[in-house]
């Protein structure tokens, strides 16, 4: 949250060029405040594990959010029971006619399947086709970021060597972004990926501003000129242990997968692994929460543009 100060006290200048937010008394008057309305389109299988992991992120803020759940219908969700989905989900039917302060499209177990080949593809479409409209600012997650600089912008995912899995250093490249707001020079995030997408696609998108990179994983976060869509490649929801459970689960598959790099103890899959990102992930979600959404959306949400 800011710092509310007078209006011409002589620490605004300095606190805003250390790029702390700082709100004057005129501004903090003139604000009209209700709670957040916020969904979540969530694509993962295990919906279950994804949701709690975003609404821990979500909450830890002293922003108030309403948050409702959303599916596909043109995918038969095999990881979670039917009751939970009619009790928690709602359909794009059910909440077109909606506005949103905000939306976050999750990942999806997906990355090798060309976009158009996943049986979702259309509804996804329309969805992000709405959202142009009745969100006012939307964060894309892992598959779901691919997929969004697809759908907007036509920049295509390629394929990685082998997956990408770990949690690994990045780096800055805009680091006045309040999207960033609080961040180290250096920050580790952890990602489980098969395709990436390629820095010099997104410099040579006018409308994307590249955010932040890693040496080994490659682009990061890329938002849009406008501020409405955001795209994170990695997984800062991630518990402790999500990159291990899904070693072993590839493991028992016969996949003969890599030791996620910088993650277990030593390198060694027999110790537990060494958080190092559970700071900076929550960090994350909040500016992207305070700056994106609640400090910039419309009181009244029909006004959204």
Same mark, same amino acid.
């Given at each position: 949250m800011p710092i509310k100060i007078p209006d011409q006290l002589p620490a605004r200048e300095t606190l805003e060029g250390e790029n702390i937010f700082v709100m004057t008394e005129y501004r903090a008057l003139h604000q009209d405040i209700r709670p957040l309305q916020l969904?979540?389109?969530?694509?993962?299988?295990?919906?279950?594990?994804?949701?709690?992991?975003?609404?821990?992120?979500?909450s830890n803020t002293? +922003?108030?959010?309403?948050?409702?759940?959303?599916?596909?219908?043109?995918?038969?969700?095999?990881?979670?029971?039917?009751?939970?989905?009619?009790?928690?989900y709602r359909t794009f039917d059910e909440i077109k006619d909606r506005h949103y302060d905000g939306m976050?499209?999750?990942?999806?177990?997906?990355?090798?399947?060309?976009?158009?080949?996943?049986?979702?593809?259309?509804? +996804?479409?329309?969805?992000?086709?709405?959202?142009?409209?009745? #969100?006012?600012?939307? +964060?894309?997650?892992?598959?779901?970021?691919?997929? =969004? +600089?697809?759908?907007?912008?036509?920049?295509?995912?390629?394929?990685?060597?082998?997956?990408?899995s770990g949690v690994y250093r990045h780096t800055l490249v805009k680091k006045q972004s309040p999207f960033f707001r609080?961040?180290?020079? !250096?920050?580790?995030?952890?990602?489980?990926?098969?395709?990436?997408?390629?820095? !010099?696609?997104?410099?040579?998108?006018?409308?994307?501003?590249l955010l932040a990179t890693s040496d080994k994983a490659g682009v990061f976060a890329v938002k849009s000129e406008n501020n409405r869509r955001f795209f994170i490649l990695g997984h800062p929801e991630y518990d402790a242990d999500t990159?291990?459970?899904?070693?072993?689960?590839?493991?028992?598959? =016969?996949?003969?997968?890599? #030791?996620? !790099?910088?993650?277990?103890?030593?390198?060694?899959?027999?110790? !537990?692994?060494? #958080?190092?990102?559970?700071?900076h992930a929550q960090l994350l979600?909040?500016?992207w929460?305070?700056?994106y959404v609640y400090q910039t959306t419309p009181y009244d949400l029909g006004k959204l543009e």
């Amino acid at each position: 949250m800011p710092i509310k100060i007078p209006d011409q006290l002589p620490a605004r200048e300095t606190l805003e060029g250390e790029n702390i937010f700082v709100m004057t008394e005129y501004r903090a008057l003139h604000q009209d405040i209700r709670p957040l309305q916020l969904l979540i389109l969530n694509l993962m299988p295990t919906k279950i594990v994804t949701e709690t992991q975003l609404l821990r992120k979500l909450s830890n803020t002293p +922003l108030q959010i309403e948050v409702e759940l959303l599916r596909t219908i043109s995918h038969d969700a095999k990881n979670v029971d039917s009751g939970h989905l009619e009790s928690f989900y709602r359909t794009f039917d059910e909440i077109k006619d909606r506005h949103y302060d905000g939306m976050i499209i999750t990942g999806a177990p997906v990355e090798k399947l060309e976009f158009e080949d996943v049986d979702y593809w259309p509804e +996804l479409c329309r969805i992000m086709e709405w959202s142009k409209t009745n #969100v006012h600012c939307t +964060l894309h997650i892992c598959w779901g970021a691919q997929a =969004g +600089l697809f759908y907007h912008y036509g920049i295509g995912k390629y394929d990685l060597p082998k997956k990408l899995s770990g949690v690994y250093r990045h780096t800055l490249v805009k680091k006045q972004s309040p999207f960033f707001r609080g961040f180290d020079d !250096e920050f580790y995030i952890p990602h489980s990926r098969y395709t990436g997408v390629k820095e !010099e696609d997104i410099l040579a998108c006018p409308a994307l501003e590249l955010l932040a990179t890693s040496d080994k994983a490659g682009v990061f976060a890329v938002k849009s000129e406008n501020n409405r869509r955001f795209f994170i490649l990695g997984h800062p929801e991630y518990d402790a242990d999500t990159l291990k459970l899904e070693y072993e689960r590839d493991l028992a598959k =016969g996949i003969d997968p890599d #030791v996620p !790099e910088n993650y277990f103890r030593d390198d060694d899959p027999a110790k !537990e692994p060494l #958080v190092r990102w559970r700071a900076h992930a929550q960090l994350l979600y909040t500016n992207w929460l305070n700056y994106y959404v609640y400090q910039t959306t419309p009181y009244d949400l029909g006004k959204l543009e």
